[in-house]
């Protein structure tokens, strides 16, 4: 196309002030030849690629794009040209500093002037996000995959020691054992072993049924699941001294899964122990009240705390840890967040340094 069928083309055009629409926008507005070569482009051309005007008319479009998209852009422009082509695309660009960016091009070709009249977005920045984004799931998947068959293998590796135990109990004579004091601690400890043998079997089994893409929710009356967490880590409590205030109506239930909801309220119970305060005693409350559309779950401890505004955007994140307790794994909460939105219900903390924590779980009625 010779200029002056370029300057034939623009003069078409003058019947409507269009200067301010051409320079003005954000968006790449240009006009290219059949043969390859960039005709007029606006300000925001020369400004997202950092080439001057006369650079960009005195090379081949071909020589700004990203030596991975040129063959397949210019196959594009084939298409395009004989009428076979989509109207819509996107390739990079190399700036004049060497950084790449992304176009997404509306193209339309005037075969009676050899030119095509194309649009361009900059979409670097939304290009950014989905890589970092397919990233995060591809991160999040392996993690996932690697937290299940860990949990899986240590729930099967551990069930087969727990029923051995469970035996040697099954063989003691108690009626030969006239200490009280070892009567009772014996007690303590099978019913503590009783509640490992369900807890592992309930995780196997929620194991098994996440694997055919099924998780059994019942309706969990919240005081019998609360004390028979408590139960199964008594001789803990009695070993730190903690004291523990529970409130809760035995009208309340919840729809849960049971496995999940047993292993929200124990990591929130051993957290509270883990991260008591060591000047004085452990007293963590647990208390629920329902209300006309909701059900409102709190756990409360006078422990060590931490500043929780501080890290609000990290206290449910996988391997996050607040405090250098060697049992610390950056784990627990993680899994108490995921329960709880699993199934559509909604968990706060507020913590502060010295004082200690509250939990506040919501579910919708």
């Given amino acids: 196309m010779s200029k002056a069928d370029t300057a034939k083309a623009e003069e078409s055009l003058t019947d409507y002030p269009l200067e301010p629409f051409f320079n003005d926008t954000n968006d790449l507005f240009c006009i290219a030849g059949f043969d390859g070569f960039f005709r007029k482009v606006n300000p925001a051309v020369t400004r997202v690629l950092g080439f001057s005007e006369e650079e960009l008319y005195s090379r081949s479009i071909k020589s700004f794009i990203h030596p991975l998209d040129q063959e397949h852009t210019w196959k594009y422009r084939k298409?395009?040209?004989?009428?076979?082509?989509?109207?819509?695309?996107?390739?990079?660009?190399?700036?004049?500093?060497?950084?790449?960016?992304?176009?997404?091009?509306?193209?339309?070709?005037?075969?009676?002037?050899?030119?095509?009249?194309?649009?361009?977005?900059?979409?670097?920045?939304?290009?950014?996000?989905?890589?970092?984004?397919?990233?995060?799931?591809?991160?999040?998947?392996?993690?996932?995959?690697?937290?299940?068959?860990?949990?899986?293998?240590?729930?099967?590796?551990?069930?087969?020691?727990?029923?051995?135990?469970?035996?040697?109990?099954?063989?003691?004579?108690?009626?030969?054992?006239?200490?009280?004091?070892?009567?009772?601690?014996?007690?303590?400890?099978?019913?503590?072993?009783?509640?490992?043998?369900?807890?592992?079997?309930?995780?196997?089994?929620?194991?098994?049924?996440?694997?055919?893409?099924?998780?059994?929710?019942?309706?969990?009356?919240?005081?019998?699941?609360?004390?028979?967490?408590?139960?199964?880590?008594e001789a803990l409590i009695r070993?730190?001294?903690?004291?523990?205030?529970?409130?809760?109506?035995?009208?309340?239930?919840?729809?849960?899964n049971r496995g999940n909801l047993k292993s929200v309220i124990l990591n929130l119970l051993t957290n509270s122990i883990k991260?008591?305060?060591?000047?004085?005693?452990?007293?963590?409350?647990?208390?629920?009240v329902e209300e006309s559309n909701k059900i409102t779950f709190t756990f409360s401890d006078n422990g060590i705390g931490f500043d929780s505004e501080a890290n609000a955007d990290r206290i449910f994140e996988l391997n996050q840890k607040f405090h250098d307790h060697e049992d610390s794994k950056g784990v627990g909460l993680y899994l108490v967040h995921n329960h709880i939105s699993n199934m559509g219900g909604k968990i706060s903390v507020n913590s502060t340094i010295n004082k200690g924590t509250i939990f506040t779980i919501s579910f919708k009625k």
């Fill in 275 to 288: 991260y008591a305060h060591p000047e004085r005693s452990a007293v963590i409350a647990i208390k629920a």
């Fill in 79 to 233: 298409r395009l040209i004989s009428g076979s082509g989509f109207k819509k695309y996107e390739n990079r660009y190399l700036t004049k500093s060497g950084e790449t960016v992304w176009l997404s091009w509306t193209s339309i070709p005037v075969d009676q002037y050899g030119v095509v009249y194309a649009v361009a977005k900059d979409i670097t920045q939304a290009k950014q996000r989905e890589e970092e984004r397919n990233e995060l799931i591809t991160n999040l998947t392996q993690i996932n995959k690697e937290l299940k068959n860990i949990t899986y293998t240590t729930s099967h590796d551990l069930r087969t020691p727990v029923s051995n135990l469970m035996s040697v109990f099954s063989l003691l004579d108690l009626s030969k054992i006239q200490d009280e004091e070892t009567l009772e601690f014996i007690n303590i400890l099978k019913s503590a072993t009783d509640q490992l043998q369900s807890t592992l079997n309930d995780y196997v089994d929620i194991l098994n049924k996440k694997n055919s893409a099924y998780s059994a929710i019942s309706t969990n009356k919240l005081n019998e699941t609360v004390e028979e967490v408590i139960n199964s880590v």
């Fill in 239 to 256: 070993e730190t001294k903690t004291i523990i205030n529970m409130d809760i109506s035995p009208d309340i239930s919840i729809p849960f």
